[in-house]
Every structure is written in C-alpha cells, then in structure tokens.
C-alpha cells in the first residue's frame, strides 16, 4: 500500500489521505470478494479474516450473484427448484451465523456477526417473497426493487442497482458499524431516495418523530459506502451558516442529513432553497464548479 506524506499545506495532505482510503478499500474489497468466492463453505473462517465492512459489502455482491443466476434457471428450467435451493442454503448460512454469534467473541467481532446476520435475514425474505410471487426472470419487478450489489468487470468496480437507477459504491471507511433491520416499508424508503438521487433531486422522509427517518439515510449511506453528515437544524441557523454547510457537502461529496429541517425560519428557507436549487442544477449538468 502507498504511504501518504504528511507535508505541504494541509489540504493537500488530507485530500491524499482521503484518495488513498479510497485506494486501499477498493483494492482490499477486490481481495475479499475473491476470497469468499474461493471458499463459500468456509464463511466462519472468513468473517474474521476481514474487516466488517468488506464482509458486508462481499456477501451482498455474492447474494446479488446467488438470486441472479437462480432466476435464470427458473426461467430456462420453468420451475421454482433453484430459488427454494437457494433459500435453504441461505437458511443453512443463517444457522452457521446464529451459532458462531452464541459462542465466544470478542466485541469486533460480535458486532460484525449481528451486522452480518441483519443482511442475510433479509436476503433470506427477498428469496422467499421471490419463490411465493412467481417471479421467474431478473427483470421481474420483485427483483428490481432490491438494491443489489454487482462486480463490473468492465470497469473493475462495485456498482449498486435499484429500479433503473446505477450508482458506484463509494468506499468511504465506515467502520464495523451495525446495520438496521430492513422493512418493508424501508425498502419502500430506499426505492424513493434512489430514485430521487438519479433524477439529481433530494429526498424528504416525512412522519412522526423516532420512526426511524434519519436512521434509514444513514442506513442507506452505509450500504452505498457514503459519508451521512446529520445536522439537527434550530431556529437559529442562518442563510450564511446553512451555505458554508452546503459548500462543505459539494465539496466532500457526502450526504447531508438536515433534521427537523422546518424549525428552520421562514425567510430564511426561501434563501435555503435557492441554494439547494443552485447545487442540484450543478449536479444535473455535472459541473465540477459552480457559485450559489
């Protein structure tokens, strides 16, 4: 791996860092992903061999591989046989994960194994759905809906898919952070936000408080490997304050996150949406700089 220098001015230094966090996860996601592929039956091995972030991201290329190559053979073969295959070796997988997380770990790796386990329960609910909805090729709706994670080999990159919507991984370093339990009505949420983001528009979750509005962002960042800054706005925010927040999230590439983005005064959201709608058309004209 490259080493950074830590000389000159800091805001080269620090971009170089950033550059090569990128570098080193790709390259290191590269690595895990053939290593599970070498050796699907030995995930408890595994799990532990890598950092939980490369592990959630690897299982999720892996599944999108799983339901993709079922789905074709149900559509050659006409019978639902390989995804209720699938199901029971996801339920096997399951089983392996609930046993390793009841034995003794440390605390790295017990949040690993839970974060792992969220993922796969939900896989093990898209499969069963697909099986009971008769959905018989990739490009039934059932299918479409869920982000699914691919390996493009044209341009050596993870590239996550919804709907019609494409999007690249990000590789901003998270952590062995938890993951939050997919719903349905999550699902919906994750539908929305893509959509929104493809037509370079924002999102805006709306419903009473501690549903878990701000959590679903967050979640969503997670599995597109993006930086979620959450801001709890108050009535003493300005124009200047809010453009000085916009001008850093243009300028990182992170997500914004504006809670209780109504307690915000009236006068000055008129001038909030100015510069929202500055930074939107920027972004749909894929402009590298632009003044608000």
């Known amino acids: 791996h490259t080493e950074v220098l830590l000389e000159g ?3 080269a230094w620090l971009t170089d860092i950033e550059n090569q966090m990128r ?39 892996q599944w999108t591989s799983d339901c993709t190559k079922a789905l074709q053979q149900v559509k050659e073969r006409g019978e ?9 070796k996801q339920i096997t997988l ?26 796969e329960v939900h896989a093990r609910d898209v499969i069963d759905r697909m099986a009971k909805g008769n959905c018989n090729d990739v490009n039934a709706f059932e299918w479409l809906l869920q982000l699914r994670f691919y390996w493009d080999r044209d341009v050596d990159d993870c590239i996550i898919r919804q709907t019609n919507t494409h999007f690249q991984y990000n590789y901003e370093y998270l952590g062995c952070s938890g993951r ?14 893509t959509t929104a983001m493809h037509l370079y528009r924002g999102g805006s979750p709306k419903g009473p408080a501690g549903t878990g509005k701000t959590e ?29 927040m916009f001008s850093g ?6 997500w914004g996150c504006f809670d209780e983005f109504n307690r915000i005064n009236i006068e000055v959201l008129s001038v909030v949406a100015q510069q929202i709608l500055s930074i939107l058309k ?3 004209l894929r402009k590298e700089r632009f003044t608000s």
């Open 9 to 11: 001015p800091v805001e």
């Open 23 to 61: 570098n080193s996860l790709h390259e290191r996601l590269v690595e895990c992903r053939v290593d599970l592929r070498k050796n699907p039956s030995k995930r408890e091995r595994w799990v532990f061999n890598w950092p939980g972030q490369l592990t959630l991201t690897s299982s999720l290329i």
């Open 80 to 88: 639902k046989r390989p995804l209720k295959s699938l199901k029971k």
């Open 94 to 119: 399951l089983e392996k994960y609930s046993e390793m997380v009841r034995g003794r770990l440390d605390r790295m790796q017990r949040a690993k194994i839970v974060a792992l386990i969220t993922i």
């Open 180 to 193: 939050l339990v997919i719903t349905p009505l999550t699902d919906r949420c994750y539908v929305t936000l």
């Open 216 to 244: 679903t962002v967050k979640d969503l960042g997670k599995a597109m490997g993006n930086y979620v800054i959450v801001i709890n706005c108050s009535d003493g925010l300005d124009y200047k304050s809010m453009g000085r």
């Open 249 to 254: 999230l243009s300028q990182t590439g992170a």
């Open 282 to 284: 920027a972004l749909g």
